[in-house]
């Protein structure tokens, strides 16, 4: 049998009455994280929504800016997260874990790059781009990713998709969501 996982990015926070969760080292997601209805009219077998929230502020005197303050979290949001309970396993949560995981990766980077911005009178601007370039970035891989992996039936991929990740994440340790 055919199983489809698709993956649903969401690069905005979303409004709802559940608070998202934040990406986090010793957290690992679980069904029961899942949420949302499972639709019927796809061959997806799970869905896992996730993105960067990111938000900033500037300091400034005498109307020039002197200094600024970021915050950037890799978010899964619960609501809009399903699976199909007589489909799913381990496996397919492992997968939608490496999706989560990815979001992470993505903000990890975006972390990097706040780091080594000066403060300039284009700051507002560098920091939008910044922002939409992760936000870019991450869109390609997690699509990158379900194609390569054939959204997980390709274990041989998949298990390549994992090393790197956690290979890329080591690389950006110091970037980390605490």
Do not use: C
């Not at 019927?40 to 896992?48: E, G, I, P």
């Not at 002197?66 to 007589?86: G, L, M, Q, R």
């Not at 780091?115 to 920091?127: D, I, T």
Request: hydrophobic share 40%; glycine share 2%.
């Amino acid at each position: 049998m055919l199983i489809k996982v698709l993956v649903f990015a969401v690069f905005f926070l979303i409004f709802s009455g559940e608070k998202p969760v934040s990406w986090n080292n010793h957290f690992k997601l679980s069904w029961k994280d899942f949420r949302g209805e499972a639709k019927s009219n796809t061959k997806a077998v799970a869905v896992t929504s996730s993105g960067i929230t990111f938000s900033y502020s500037l300091k400034r005197t005498n109307d020039k800016i002197v200094d600024f303050e970021t915050f950037v979290h890799a978010h899964f949001y619960p609501e809009n997260s399903w699976y199909n309970k007589e489909k799913s396993d381990a496996y397919i949560l492992a997968h939608e874990q490496l999706h989560f995981d990815i979001t992470e990766l993505h903000v990890r980077k975006l972390r990097k790059n706040l780091a080594e911005l000066k403060v300039s009178e284009n700051l507002k601007s560098e920091l939008n781009s910044l922002h939409e370039k992760a936000n870019s970035e991450l869109r390609t891989m997690q699509l990158l990713y379900d194609e390569e992996s054939k959204n997980s039936i390709d274990v041989n991929n998949q298990k390549k998709w994992i090393t790197f990740v956690n290979t890329q994440l080591a690389l950006y340790k110091q970037y980390s969501s605490k």
